[in-house]
């Protein structure tokens, strides 16, 4: 891709990146595995490397990912409940679930994270307006986020 840059992102942030050097950031199955520290912090530095107008699109495990992993027999019926009432009164559960790592990534807040839109949109606000709000977008699976980085 010409003019492109690729780099390795370090597990914690900040990113050797310029703060509001970008105008768009995707992350396809990451907030999917942040423990809620790790989440937070990498929303605070979208925060910082997004200019205002700037967009953050991302996906995320919620209720349609616990019903899917139950049927699947990835969560049993225990977790899945579980997890579905942590999401009805915190809004964010998460399973430590890659014990040896998983693809390198060997660190206490990696796992199956699960989160609300409630959630995410406390954490977010007054910063962020979402755009878009798919449940179940990727695959039937995780659901679709779109922020604006507001001024």
Do not use: C, K
């Amino acid at each position: 891709v010409p003019g492109a840059e690729f780099f390795v992102s370090p597990q914690e942030p900040p990113l050797p990146l310029d703060a509001g050097s970008l105008q768009l950031v995707y992350a396809i199955s990451i907030w999917s595995h942040f423990g809620e520290g790790a989440a937070l912090r990498w929303l605070d530095e979208m925060q910082r490397l997004l200019r205002p107008g700037g967009v953050l699109a991302f996906t995320a495990h919620g209720l349609g990912s616990i019903g899917d992993f139950v049927r699947r027999g990835m969560l049993t019926p225990g977790d899945g409940s579980t997890a579905v009432y942590a999401l009805a009164t915190r809004g964010h559960w998460f399973r430590a679930t890659f014990h040896g790592g998983d693809w390198g990534v060997a660190d206490p807040e990696w796992g199956h994270a699960y989160m609300s839109p409630e959630w995410v949109l406390r954490h977010v606000q007054p910063a962020w307006r979402l755009r878009r709000f798919e449940p179940a977008r990727l695959d039937g699976n995780q659901d679709l986020y779109a922020l604006e980085r507001l001024g």
